[in-house]
């Protein structure tokens, strides 16, 4: 069932995301609205994709691994206890 689109919505989005979305989507002939439109109908119509909120092998393999350290079957690596540690190992 179709009817007259008179309903909006709103949402905040950094406007970096936003001119970089526009820019991708005009290479593709559509506006942010008709873009969300479309994505709203095909929801509306068909739901989520099944795998619309499966993690990627590196979370799998993060969870597992973080599993492991609770279970005590694994000494965790690069352990910090300061902000400054935590700097330290992130930038080298």
Same mark, same amino acid.
């Given at each position: #069932? /179709?009817?007259? =689109? !008179?309903?909006?919505?709103? +949402?905040?989005?950094?406007?970096?995301?936003?001119? @970089?979305?526009? !820019?991708?989507? =005009?290479? !593709?002939?559509?506006?942010?609205?008709?873009?969300?439109? *479309?994505?709203? %109908?095909?929801?509306?119509? /068909?739901?989520? &994709? %099944?795998? +619309? =909120?499966q993690p990627?092998?590196?979370?799998?393999? &993060?969870?597992?691994? *973080?599993?492991?350290?609770? &279970?005590?079957?694994? /000494?965790?690596?690069?352990?910090?206890? &300061? @902000?400054? =540690?935590? !700097?330290? #190992?992130?930038?080298?």
């Amino acid at each position: #069932m /179709h009817t007259k =689109a !008179n309903d909006q919505i709103n +949402f905040r989005i950094s406007p970096v995301i936003k001119l @970089r979305a526009q !820019n991708v989507l =005009a290479k !593709n002939g559509l506006t942010i609205s008709e873009y969300t439109r *479309m994505v709203l %109908t095909h929801i509306a119509e /068909h739901g989520l &994709s %099944t795998q +619309f =909120a499966q993690p990627t092998d590196e979370v799998i393999e &993060s969870i597992l691994e *973080m599993a492991d350290v609770i &279970s005590g079957n694994k /000494h965790p690596e690069n352990i910090v206890t &300061s @902000r400054q =540690a935590l !700097n330290r #190992m992130l930038n080298g």
